[in-house]
């Protein structure tokens, strides 16, 4: 198989998984979304993967097309835009600390679920013209934080263990 038809097969069953983690999350019981706006994250956890083994590029549209597909078939337009604010910023500050070298994967996906959460409220203090949604980010930062670890983890023993051929 060429290389870059193994690479996109390896999207593809990414995408795929993401797409299926999304799933499972929103048939939680609700007990675990006692707090609105607050998701484990679990189709991050794949995010985090393609961002380490295979880069930027696909890992952004792994996060962009499970965003669509989600948002398009679980959600509305207003979850859309609230997911995309979330993945950009969060993304970009994933890129950037994943590049400077000096936080673990564990440590890049605390920050990017915290900053996904910022991305979110941002849009929120934007589209309803109101500063007051700010103090929701010190419920989001905490929960943000628990959820990176565990993404961060979970991401990270996918690295580890998934083959460098892979790419």
């Known amino acids: 198989m060429r290389p870059a038809t193994k690479k996109l097969a390896m999207m593809g ?27 484990i994250g679990f189709p991050n956890i794949i995010i985090v993967f393609v961002l380490y083994r295979f880069g930027f590029k696909e890992a952004t549209v792994v996060s962009l097309v499970r965003i669509l597909v989600i948002s398009f078939m679980f959600g509305n337009m207003m979850a859309l835009v609230y997911s995309l604010a979330g993945a950009i910023l969060s993304m ?8 400077m070298n000096f936080l673990s ?6 920050a990017g679920g915290v900053f996904h959460n910022v991305g979110q409220v941002l849009t929120a203090m934007w589209l309803l013209g109101t500063a007051e949604l700010g103090y929701y980010l010190i419920v989001l930062t905490f929960t943000g ?3 990176g670890i565990f993404v961060g983890l979970c991401g990270a023993g996918l690295v580890k263990r998934i083959s460098k051929r892979l790419k």
Request: include cysteine; charged fraction near 10%; proline fraction near 7%.
């Open 13 to 39: 069953l990414c995408t795929a998984v993401a797409l299926v983690l999304a799933y499972i999350e929103a048939l939680l019981p609700p007990i675990f979304h006692a707090v609105p706006g607050i998701k």
């Open 92 to 99: 970009l500050l994933m890129v950037v600390l994943k590049k």
């Open 105 to 110: 994967v564990v440590g890049v996906s605390v």
């Open 145 to 147: 934080t628990v959820s």
